[in-house]
């Protein structure tokens, strides 16, 4: 019988080998004698008894081809962001939270019909919206995850009432705002569903001592000053589907990049590099059934999109996540106007629309309430509501035309 160690160095060989057939470059030692100890050196090689050795490519100049075999993680891409100082140490340990959170997330929402996680609380959050089972679930490993990351200060959730100032042990710097389960009227019937981030840094209130007689409401005051910024003041954002496959998408402002769960070994995957969306499409993302609640401007614009020499289709899924993705892929509109009964629309412009438009427009696309661009709309409440209209240029502009 062959021994576990033998069997293990025969695979170790094995595989070794295999890569060397599959590598592009040989390689060679090159070393120069010195005296002294063994110890690693600054250039990745070891010096031994003074020998430092390091690796030669052969064939200088060569382009290296990247392997078939070769993926690059999440964890990996935030550490290169970070080498380069695009982003730095904190801002990689906040999203790495936010996607751990994201995987646990994907799991509940998978396994939501076996652990009884379907229906509803039985409570209602601030908006006045039934809250489901997984909405709570959801907030609650969000919460975790950026508080025991140490570098969130304040915390923001569509499901609280307030922001949230993170106790002064794992207290850190970052604001970070989020719907933890959009589209989660969706949850059982198995639709595609997501969160959405995103992350600012703090400005100089953020940085205001707590006297001791300062009382719970000064906090809160302190909190909402320092939450409510608008867009342009975007470090990160992002959001994460959980649909046929699992999707998180994120920019730190240098372009959008998509990344999906590899079950396999429990990691992100980057999968599109620089995603931009066409400037233009034919798909259009709106909910229909609230047309008669519109006005007869956007009445209008809807009216003559369904003109039969205007070949456009209508897609709406009614999660903000899963509509929004399709029009980042494939180009299009989407909108979720004001009506007679949501004067200002229905979704939150720091939870929602803010993070969207910010990465929209890193894909090349704009994101507008109708008049105004997203990004500089300066919010005057936590859960302020706005209209949104969001995806390719030429077809966002077109619509402002109509509703001027």
Known sequence: MVSAATAASRLIFSSSQSISRFSPLQ????????????????????????????AVAEGTGAT??????????????????????TIDA??????????????????LVQRASISNLTGVQGAVNVQGEDQKKL??????????????????????SEEEDVPVAVEESYSGNYIVVFDPLDGSSNIDAAVSTGSIFGIYSPNDECFAEIQEDGTLDTVEQRCVVNVCQPGNNLLAAGYCMY???VIFVLTIGKGVYAFTLDPMFG?????????????????????????????DKLKKYIDDLKDPGKPYSS???????????????????????????????????????????????????????????ILDIEPTEIHQRVPLYIGSVDEVEKLEKYLA
């Open 90 to 107: 904190e801002l990689t340990i906040v999203l790495s939270s936010i996607s751990m959170a994201c995987k646990q997330i994907a799991s």
């Open 243 to 245: 649909s046929s496959s």
């Open 267 to 295: 990691e992100f995957v980057l999968t599109t590099e620089q995603v931009q969306i066409p400037k233009s499409g034919k798909i259009y993302s709106f909910n229909e059934g609230n047309y008669q609640l519109w006005d």
């Open 315 to 373: 897609r709406y899924i009614g999660s903000l996540v899963g509509d929004f993705h399709r029009t980042l892929l494939y180009g299009g509109i989407y909108g979720y106007p004001r009506d007679k009964k949501s004067k200002n629309g229905k979704l939150r412009l720091l939870y929602e629309c803010a993070p969207m438009s910010f990465i929209v427009e890193q894909a090349g696309g704009k994101g507008s309430d109708g008049h105004h661009r």
């Open 27 to 54: 390689t060679l030692a090159s070393c120069s004698s010195r005296h002294g100890p063994r110890r690693p050196n600054l250039t990745g090689g070891f010096g031994v008894g003074g020998v430092r050795c390091m």
């Open 135 to 156: 909405d709570v679930v959801s907030n609650e490993v969000f919460s975790n995850c950026l508080r025991s990351s140490g570098r969130t200060g304040i915390i923001a």
């Open 64 to 85: 290296k081809k990247k392997s078939g075999y070769e993926i690059e993680t999440l964890t990996n891409w935030l550490l290169k962001q970070e080498q380069v100082g």
